[in-house]
C-alpha cells in the first residue's frame, strides 16, 4: 500500500464500532436468556473469530452486516466445540472466552494464529488456576494452544501485577461459575466495558477504587446493545486532522468512556483543537461527535495510570510526537512489548525510517519531534494499529510511505482506507 499526501481532511465520518464492546456483546449475549441484538457491530476479523468461536458452540448469531442477533442459552448453554476454538489474532477472544470455558462442564482447546501463539497466558492461567480451574499451555511455553478441563470454580481474590481489561474481564467470567464471590484489584483501572455491560445484561458486579467483583450464578438476560464508535479507531482520523494544515473532521458517535479517553487528555495537552459535540450520556457507554482542527503539537509526558486509558491509541501517539514541538517521553508502558507485535521496538524501528530521533526504553520510547520527515518502506510486523499509524504519519511526511503489510487493518477497521480517502479532499 504506497500513501501519499493528497489535500486537508473535511467533512464528516461515522467511525466504525468498540472492538471491545461488540466482541464482549457476543459473549454475554451468549451466555444470557434470550435474544440480543447489536446494532453498529464492529465487522472486523477479531469480532468475527469471536462470533465462529460462539457458533461452534451451539450458539445461533445472525450476523448481516453491522446489526447482529444473538441467541442466547444462558450460562449453562454452550456445547463442546467438536474442533479447537480459532481465536485468529484476537488476544481479546482467547483470553476472556478462557475464562467462560474454564467454567464448562466439557473439555476445550483455544489457539489462534501465530502472533497469538506467541502471547503471554500465564497472566490469565495463574489467576485461573488460583480458582482451582484446570488450564495448561498445551506447549508448555506459556502460549496458546490453551487446553481447558471446564470444571466447577472457586471464589477468589487476585492482586493483578497488571492493569489488563483482558485479565480483569477473564477473571470476573469465571468468577460467574465460581462456589462464591470473585474479586479483582488491579494496579490502575483498565477498560471497564465488561463491568458494565455485565451490569446491564443483569450480574451482580460491583466497581470500587482499582477492585471490581462479582457474585456467581446469576440469570444474564438479553438485551439491546448500540455500540458506540470505537475511539480506539477514531484516533487515526483524530491525528491525521490535527497533523494536515486546513483540516477540519467531524468524527460522529465516537465512545469517550474515561477508562479509554485518555488519548483526547494527551492531544488537549498538547494543544490540539478538539470539541466534543452531542454528548450523549444515555447508556451505559457514553459517545460525542469530535470535531478536530488542524492543531501545532507542543511536546508531552505520558505515564502513570493514565497509561491503561489510551494503551492502543500509543503507536499512534507516538506518531504525534513525532511531529510535534520538543522531546515526548512516554513511560510506564512495557505492555506494549505484548500486543500484536512488540510495540515499542516496531514504532522505533519505523519511526527511525522516516527520519525521526527515537529511542526505545524498558517501557516506552523518547521522541524528538518537529522535523520534517519523509515517507519510507515501513513493516507492520502484521499489527494493525502499527500500519494505521503509518498510514496517517504519511500525510505529513514529504514522498510516499510504502506500507508492508498494509491489508493487516481487516483486524479492526476493514474500510480504514477507504474512509481516509474519503475524507482527503
Ligand atoms: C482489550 C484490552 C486491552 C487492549 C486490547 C483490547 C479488551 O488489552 O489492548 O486491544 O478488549 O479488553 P489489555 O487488557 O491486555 O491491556
Known amino acids: 500500500m504506497i500513501i501519499k499526501y493528497t489535500a486537508p481532511l473535511r467533512g464528516e465520518l461515522s467511525i466504525p ?57 444462558g450460562l449453562h448453554g454452550l456445547k463442546a466445540p ?16 478462557s475464562g467462560i470455558l474454564a467454567g464448562q462442564n466439557f473439555d476445550s482447546v483455544i489457539t489462534g494464529d501465530e502472533t497469538i501463539q506467541k502471547r503471554p497466558m500465564k497472566r490469565i492461567m495463574t489467576p485461573l488456576a488460583g480458582m482451582e480451574a484446570d488450564i495448561t499451555s498445551v506447549l508448555g511455553n506459556g502460549c496458546a494452544p490453551l487446553q481447558i478441563h471446564g470444571k466447577k470454580l472457586h471464589g477468589t481474590h487476585y492482586d493483578s501485577p497488571v492493569a489488563s481489561a483482558q485479565v480483569k474481564s477473564c ?37 470500587s477504587g482499582f477492585t471490581v467483583s462479582i457474585t ?14 470505537d475511539i480506539s479507531s477514531a484516533a487515526y482520523f483524530i491525528a491525521a486532522a490535527l497533523l494536515v494544515p486546513g483540516s477540519e473532521l467531524l468524527l460522529k458517535n465516537v465512545g469517550i468512556n474515561p477508562t479509554r479517553d485518555g488519548m483526547l487528555r494527551i492531544c488537549q495537552a498538547m494543544g490540539a483543537d478538539i470539541t466534543l459535540l452531542n454528548e450523549d450520556h444515555s ?38 510526537a513525532a511531529f510535534a514541538d ?76 510504502n506500507i508492508q503489510g498494509a491489508e493487516i487493518v481487516n483486524i479492526s477497521y476493514p474500510e480504514f482506507y477507504e474512509d481516509l480517502a474519503s475524507v482527503c479532499r
Do not use: W
Open 171 to 207: 477473571i470476573l467470567l469465571a468468577g460467574l461459575y465460581a462456589d462464591g464471590i470473585t474479586s479483582v484489584t488491579e494496579p490502575a483501572v483498565s477498560r471497564d466495558h465488561s463491568e458494565l455491560m455485565l451490569q446491564y445484561f443483569g450480574a451482580d458486579i460491583k466497581s
Open 283 to 320: 447508556d451505559a457507554e457514553p459517545c460525542a461527535d469530535l470535531l478536530v482542527r488542524s492543531s501545532h503539537l507542543k511536546a508531552v509526558e505520558i505515564g502513570g495510570d493514565i497509561v491503561p486509558t489510551l494503551i492502543d491509541e500509543l503507536p499512534i501517539l507516538a506518531v504525534l
Open 216 to 229: 456467581p450464578e446469576p440469570k444474564l438476560t438479553g438485551t439491546k446493545i448500540r455500540v458506540p464508535g
Open 82 to 97: 467438536s474442533k479447537i476454538l480459532d481465536a485468529g489474532n484476537s488476544g481479546t477472544t482467547v483470553r476472556l472466552l
Open 17 to 73: 464500532g468498540d472492538k471491545s464492546i461488540s466482541h464482549r456483546s457476543v459473549m454475554f449475549g451468549a451466555l444470557a436468556e434470550g435474544t440480543t441484538e447489536v446494532t453498529n457491530f464492529l465487522t472486523g476479523a477479531d469480532c468475527l473469530s469471536t462470533i465462529a468461536c460462539f457458533r461452534q458452540m451451539g450458539i445461533e448469531i445472525e450476523q448481516k452486516d453491522t446489526h447482529v442477533l444473538i441467541h442466547g442459552k
Open 326 to 401: 520538543g522531546t515526548t517521553v512516554i513511560r510506564d508502558a512495557a505492555e506494549l512489548r505484548v500486543k500484536e507485535s512488540d510495540r515499542i521496538a516496531v514504532m522505533t524501528e519505523n519511526l527511525s525510517r522516516i527520519g525521526c530521533p527515537v529511542e526505545a526504553t524498558d517501557d516506552g520510547m523518547i521522541i524528538t519531534g518537529g522535523r520534517q520527515l519523509h515517507g519510507a518502506v515501513i513493516d507492520s510486523h502484521m499489527d494493525h494499529r502499527i500500519a494505521m499509524s503509518f498510514a496517517v504519519a504519511a500525510l505529513a511526511c514529504t514522498g510516499e510511505m
